[in-house]
């Protein structure tokens, strides 16, 4: 089985060169929805006693866009030794090839009923909100950001979740 480290090593090579909105290494942004989503996910297992692994929910959050982002594929993360809730929650969050709206989206990662996937969407939808990942003109994405964070928040207290 992987770690955390190895989901690390993976998502920097495959980011390698990519920076995000804010012009700072891609890399960052995932970590820190990485470093959001497994307090989440340990939140969710020590307070609310929810069955979530907080270090896979960490590694599928390093690697949430792997699959959208770059030229990985589901294969490469099996070979690379993810175990099968990992890869599911990267595939949950991966942004479908057909053109979708972002509701739509989010409804399917609530659908999915998979806690692990909507608290690390959570964390990128916070991480999204940072005044320095959104540019000055995008209000429209801070109300869309913001409104995807609602409705999972709601989704997750729906299935236990207490945490922010």
Known sequence: M??????HSFAITAHAGQIDKGGQP???HLERVA???VARAGHARAVDSLAIDPMAVMQAA?????LEDTP???A????AGFGADVVEMVTILTKPVAR????ERITRVIESGNLGAILIKMSDNADNLSPDR???DAGWLKERYAAGFARLKQAAQGLGYTGD
């Open 2 to 7: 992987s770690s955390i480290f190895d989901a």
């Open 26 to 28: 891609y890399i960052r």
């Open 35 to 37: 470093n959001a989503a």
């Open 62 to 66: 390093i690697l949430h866009d792997v």
């Open 72 to 74: 990985r594929t589901i």
């Open 76 to 79: 490469d993360l099996r070979a």
């Open 100 to 103: 979708t709206a972002y509701s």
């Open 134 to 136: 959104t540019l000055p």
